[in-house]
């Protein structure tokens, strides 16, 4: 499998949104939300967008409090964290003014629960306009809503949508490095819409194609091998044919 980071349109929509927000006019808020259902890349956009652009990655954690968050976030920046909450934060704005960067918080359905964690992240906007995004669950637009502060300095939204067949088709041209035919992705397409299980797919065939001396994947031989049994019991039973 190609070691390459699959454009699917959520991806396409995620660069087009951080643009917009890296290039807001002055005076727009610089927060953003991106959510949707699991399984649809969401995380790994994030990551790799933060790796190319070198933005402060944060991935909340279930009981994780406003103090625990700045702490992470100081570390993310290269600092080492102060003790008392009130110099955390004050550590953390007067590093985020010096050299600004884009905050990303993974998972921020954990912090919704947590008025004093939200509320620190919008005071951490107001302080020094750096953008800041929130990655959350399908639910995570309506959670933020009781928060109206917060909820009002989002300027950009982006729902993750489920792969349509040329997202499938995209990531399987993309990643797998045995020709598959259009039978076979749309196999998998009706399979799954999740990003794992749909890489999981195409690592059983390119397993299938090299165990069986297969230049080609088609709908038959997935439909014949693919099952929920291992790959090396696979192989097993075609070679006792």
């Known amino acids: 499998m190609r070691k390459?980071?699959?454009r699917t349109q959520n991806v396409k929509n995620f660069i087009n949104m951080m643009n917009n927000l890296k290039n807001r006019a002055d005076g727009v808020p610089g927060m953003a939300l991106v959510y949707g259902e699991p399984g649809l890349g969401k995380t790994q956009a994030v990551l790799?967008?933060?790796?190319?652009n070198d933005a402060a990655f944060i991935r909340s954690t279930n009981l994780m409090s406003g103090r625990w968050l700045l702490e992470e976030i100081v570390e993310e920046l290269g600092e080492v964290?102060?003790?008392?909450?009130?110099?955390?934060?004050k550590q953390c704005v007067r590093q985020l003014k010096q050299e600004p960067k884009i905050i990303i918080v993974d998972e921020i359905d954990y912090l919704t629960a947590d008025s004093h964690a939200i509320e620190t992240l919008r005071d951490?906007?107001?302080?020094?306009?750096?953008p800041i995004v929130l990655v959350g669950m399908g639910q995570a637009d309506k959670k933020l809503m009781r928060y109206r502060h917060l909820y009002d300095r989002i300027?950009?939204?982006l729902k993750f949508e489920p792969f349509s067949q040329g997202d499938i088709k995209g990531i399987v041209d993309q990643l797998c490095e045995v020709e598959t035919t259009e039978c076979a992705i749309n196999y998998i397409?009706?399979?799954?819409?999740?990003?794992?299980?749909?890489?999981?797919?195409?690592?059983?065939?390119?397993?299938?194609a090299k165990a069986n001396g297969l230049s080609v994947i088609d709908e038959v031989t997935l439909k014949e091998f693919i099952n929920d049994d291992p790959i090396e019991t696979v192989k097993a039973s075609k070679k006792s044919k």
């Open 48 to 52: 790799w967008w933060a790796a190319q």
């Open 155 to 157: 300027s950009e939204k």
């Open 4 to 6: 390459i980071f699959a």
């Open 81 to 89: 964290p102060y003790y008392r909450s009130s110099d955390l934060f």
């Open 189 to 208: 397409y009706n399979k799954t819409n999740r990003f794992r299980q749909i890489v999981k797919l195409i690592n059983k065939a390119e397993n299938i």
């Open 124 to 130: 951490i906007h107001d302080k020094t306009s750096v």
